[in-house]
């Protein structure tokens, strides 16, 4: 016997705001803590976000034939999604918060965008068939990694180059005492802020590129990556279809149609029907709501289709995923120690895990 609605308010999106903050600004944390500060030691399980990741499970126990404990907290992820849905991707990823504040700045461009929604689980299905070949290329796929890479390889070594050349130009320029001043914020900034000292990538540039692209993908739809690109919403997605928190109505009321039209995830199909899915309790639709029906409830998952992609699409997905081992001549990540899977640069990557020439060791 399902349960009643919960009474959800308009307070659960300032919840889910707090959440990301919250989240976001550990990850900031964990990301600083990362870089070198004079000792071979690190107090802070940094690769935390890489651990709660469930996509980083698969792959790496795909490649590796074999679980390797450290992700075991990728569970944790996994039972919430089945509790609550897809909550992890609006609630607690550092990427989707930085793209929901872009919304703020960045607005879609186009008056209809197309429904691209099966390219995630085509990339999903080639991240996991390539893996289990003894390649992988999640570090061009994985939210986590194009984020930390695109901070630690351009975004953290710019904030560095521009915040010491303008406390260099003060101290050079500047009558005395402001200089006193600024030395003091200075000394601040690089015992708390700035790194140790600065290292420079070769691939800063295309990883700034890539990072930013995915921020400009906004243009074409909010979300638009979450929503049509990224592999571990994909596979959060999959694993929600069992989620015992179900949203009601499940269609669109005829008469308004607010949620479906406002929905950032577009998680409603062309019948106006509720895709749970596609969506992450973003909580958006309990505001648009004018009679105020909308809420949730726990349920038991009832049966329905798994995915809306066609057997074309799976059948070239899993080619792709097949064909990768031949074409790409790289060291397999079955190779490497279980030592070398997690790492230490940014939360998740270590100094001695040397990334291959498709990118296979950069997480």
Same mark, same amino acid.
């Given at each position: 016997?399902?349960?009643a609605?919960?009474?959800?308010?308009?307070?659960?999106?300032?919840a889910r705001? #707090?959440?990301?903050?919250?989240?976001f @600004?550990?990850f900031l944390f964990?990301?600083?803590?990362?870089?070198y500060? %004079?000792t071979d $030691?690190?107090?802070?399980?940094?690769?935390?976000?890489?651990? @709660?990741d469930?996509?980083v499970?698969a792959?790496? $126990?795909?490649?590796?034939?074999?679980f390797?404990? @450290?992700?075991?907290p990728?569970?944790?992820? #996994?039972?919430?999604t089945?509790v609550?849905?897809?909550?992890f991707?609006?609630w607690?990823?550092?990427?989707?918060t930085?793209?929901d504040l872009? %919304? +703020?700045?960045i607005q879609?461009?186009l008056?209809?965008?197309?429904? @691209?929604k099966?390219?995630?689980?085509?990339?999903?299905?080639?991240?996991?068939i390539?893996s289990a070949f003894g390649?992988?290329?999640?570090?061009f796929a994985d939210?986590f990694?194009?984020?930390?890479?695109g901070?630690a390889?351009?975004?953290?070594p710019?904030m560095?180059?521009?915040t010491?050349g303008?406390f260099?130009a003060v101290?050079a320029?500047?009558p005395?005492f402001?200089s006193?001043?600024?030395?003091?914020?200075y000394?601040?900034?690089?015992?708390?802020v700035l790194?140790?000292?600065q290292s420079?990538f070769?691939?800063?540039?295309?990883?700034?590129?890539?990072?930013a692209?995915i921020f400009?993908?906004e243009?074409l %739809?909010?979300r638009f990556?979450?929503?049509?690109l990224?592999?571990l919403?994909?596979?959060l997605?999959?694993?929600?279809?069992?989620s015992i928190?179900k949203? #009601?109505?499940?269609?669109?009321?005829s008469?308004?149609?607010l949620?479906?039209?406002g929905?950032r995830?577009?998680a409603?199909?062309? *019948?106006?029907r509720f895709q749970?899915?596609e969506?992450?309790?973003c909580?958006?639709?309990?505001e648009f709501?004018?009679?105020?029906? $909308?809420g949730?409830r726990?349920?038991l998952p +009832?049966?329905r289709?798994?995915?809306?992609?066609?057997r074309r699409?799976?059948v070239l997905a899993?080619l792709?995923?097949?064909?990768?081992?031949?074409l790409? +001549?790289v060291r397999?990540?079955?190779?490497?120690?279980?030592?070398s899977?997690?790492? +230490?640069?940014g939360?998740?990557l270590k100094? *001695?895990f040397?990334?291959s020439?498709s %990118?296979?060791?950069?997480?």
């Amino acid at each position: 016997m399902p349960m009643a609605p919960l009474p959800m308010k308009p307070r659960w999106k300032q919840a889910r705001r #707090i959440s990301q903050t919250a989240c976001f @600004l550990v990850f900031l944390f964990l990301f600083r803590q990362t870089d070198y500060s %004079g000792t071979d $030691t690190i107090p802070y399980a940094v690769n935390l976000f890489f651990r @709660l990741d469930p996509l980083v499970l698969a792959v790496v $126990t795909l490649a590796l034939k074999t679980f390797v404990s @450290l992700l075991w907290p990728a569970f944790i992820t #996994i039972a919430l999604t089945l509790v609550l849905g897809r909550v992890f991707c609006s609630w607690v990823c550092p990427l989707g918060t930085l793209i929901d504040l872009s %919304g +703020r700045f960045i607005q879609p461009r186009l008056k209809r965008e197309p429904d @691209l929604k099966f390219l995630k689980y085509g990339i999903l299905a080639v991240l996991l068939i390539s893996s289990a070949f003894g390649v992988q290329f999640l570090g061009f796929a994985d939210p986590f990694s194009l984020l930390v890479r695109g901070l630690a390889f351009s975004l953290d070594p710019m904030m560095n180059y521009l915040t010491s050349g303008f406390f260099d130009a003060v101290y050079a320029h500047a009558p005395a005492f402001v200089s006193n001043l600024t030395e003091a914020l200075y000394q601040g900034l690089k015992d708390f802020v700035l790194p140790y000292k600065q290292s420079f990538f070769r691939l800063a540039g295309l990883s700034l590129c890539i990072l930013a692209g995915i921020f400009l993908l906004e243009l074409l %739809g909010r979300r638009f990556w979450c929503r049509n690109l990224c592999p571990l919403g994909a596979l959060l997605g999959l694993i929600s279809k069992f989620s015992i928190l179900k949203r #009601i109505p499940v269609k669109s009321c005829s008469h308004c149609r607010l949620c479906e039209s406002g929905c950032r995830m577009k998680a409603f199909d062309e *019948n106006s029907r509720f895709q749970a899915e596609e969506c992450n309790l973003c909580m958006d639709c309990l505001e648009f709501c004018p009679d105020g029906i $909308t809420g949730f409830r726990f349920s038991l998952p +009832r049966p329905r289709p798994f995915v809306d992609i066609t057997r074309r699409q799976v059948v070239l997905a899993s080619l792709t995923g097949l064909a990768l081992p031949v074409l790409t +001549r790289v060291r397999a990540v079955s190779g490497l120690s279980q030592d070398s899977i997690i790492g +230490r640069r940014g939360p998740g990557l270590k100094s *001695n895990f040397q990334p291959s020439a498709s %990118g296979a060791g950069n997480v």
